[in-house]
């Protein structure tokens, strides 16, 4: 009696599967340019290695404590992905983490980045990192490491997902939001558009209208995608300059939750703030998804920065120099309103719509 063996299966290999380990590797060697140009004091090792080392002497810092931030961009990935228009979003990732950093009122120093997908491709994946580095660079902030993971059947061909780690530091003593008094003002800054917040809104109001991504953009000259992937103004140099110029008790990045849930986060118990709505003019953007998505002011200002994307909280006596101070850091600054005594909620007075 004999017994028939079985022909051996043919190899595998990790590529056949779907990852390929040289790509990842050429991907490192084409960012490493764009990384080490965002190199500050305190950075002592570039990428490559099992973790990043960063020396907080060095940085200039004699007893620091540490703040971390993690963040991503959301739906607006979407619009990213299906446009191809990928150049930008980097630049969003960074400021959803650092714009949150400074208002505790530390400086960003270093970030890393994850990115995931289901296939590489490394010309695509590197225009989104070197997005990474130019934000890092704009905030003062060293790329120092991040992860690329390649992972099919876990995301469609063509579709990947981004998150951002960031580390601040400040000296001891210095945690905002401190002091935060009824009579402060508030300073507001301009947003460069919708940021990166709302866009599942967004996203279904643009299916509402029968607008493709590459149709003009009723509201500006661009097309409606590009207009829409303006990327998040990055606050962080102006925010830290009026900081260490004195007089700053609180400041609120205006994400989710718009003007009406941000806000309060700076606030100590018993204390409310009023907003004059008329202090700004409602950009265009927010006017058409207004329109087009038959939005009330109470929806616009709960889901969008409604054309403000940071406030800052600050002594009554000291809000013509910093206002000053940040229009010559070229912020668009607006006096939008002052906090109150009562309950920790914003009150409207005035219209946008």
Known sequence: MTTDTPPPKPGLTYAEAG??????????DRIKPAAKATARPGVMSGLGGFGALFDLRAAGYADPVLVAATDGVGTKLRIAIDTGHVDTIGIDLVAMCVNDLVCQG?????FLDYFATGKLDVAEAATIVEG???????????????ETAEMPGMYARGDFDLAGFAV???ERGGALPANVAAGDMILGLASDG???????????????????WGDPAPFEGRTLGAALLTPTRLYV????????????????????????????????EGLGIEINLGAWELPPVFRWLAAEGGLDEAELLKTFNAGIGMALIVAPDRAEALADLL???GERVAVIGHVT?????????????
Do not use: K
Not at 19 to 28: E, H, K, M, P, R
Not at 106 to 110: K, N, Q, T
Not at 341 to 353: D, F, I, K, N
């Open 19 to 28: 990852v390929d380990i040289d790509a990842g590797n050429t991907l490192v």
């Open 106 to 110: 530390a400086e960003p120093l270093f």
């Open 132 to 146: 990474i580095a130019r934000g890092c660079a704009t905030s003062g902030c060293a790329l120092i490491g991040g």
């Open 168 to 170: 601040g530091a400040m």
């Open 194 to 212: 919708v940021h990166s917040n709302g866009y599942s809104l967004v996203r279904r109001i643009v299916e509402r209208s029968g607008l493709a």
């Open 237 to 268: 140099q102006p925010a830290l300059a009026a900081i260490r110029a004195g007089g700053v008790h609180g400041l609120a990045h205006v994400t989710g939750g718009g003007l009406t849930e941000n806000l309060p986060r700076v606030l100590p």
């Open 327 to 329: 229009a010559g850091a």
């Open 341 to 353: 005594e009562g309950a920790g909620a914003v009150h409207y007075r005035g219209t946008l719509l």
